[in-house]
């Protein structure tokens, strides 16, 4: 599977790398975005089955990421943020999220979430 990982920081990055190998999804190959913008053009060049996206971000954040993918791709994704479940969740899911992971996460419940949705 090809993941399409879109987060402000590169250590966050780096740990959802680590999560993704440790909750044994079979994961062959990782993108990385800075933000949104840059996750637009990744999504396009890359052809991901998946994207775990931060919501919030510089240039263009997470939730307007969503409704931009979302109008070309029907590929899923999953918001992982610090923002509350509930209205926020909501909100992303009407944009087009499939998935809704709060930080921080563990491997496993990282990957019950990607496993309901791929």
Known sequence: MKV????????????????????????????????GEEGLAALKAHSPELVLCDWNMPVMGGLEFVKHACE???????MLTTESVGEKEAE???????????????????????????
């Open 4 to 35: 399409l990982l879109i987060d402000d920081s590169s250590l966050m990055r780096k740990m959802i790398v680590r999560a993704l190998r440790q909750a044994d999804l079979g994961v062959d190959e990782t993108f990385e975005a800075a933000n």
């Open 72 to 78: 070309f791709s029907k590929i899923p994704i999953i």
């Open 92 to 118: 992303a899911r009407k944009a087009g999220a499939r998935g809704y992971v709060t930080k921080p996460f563990t491997p496993e419940k990282l990957g019950d979430a990607i496993r309901e949705v791929v």
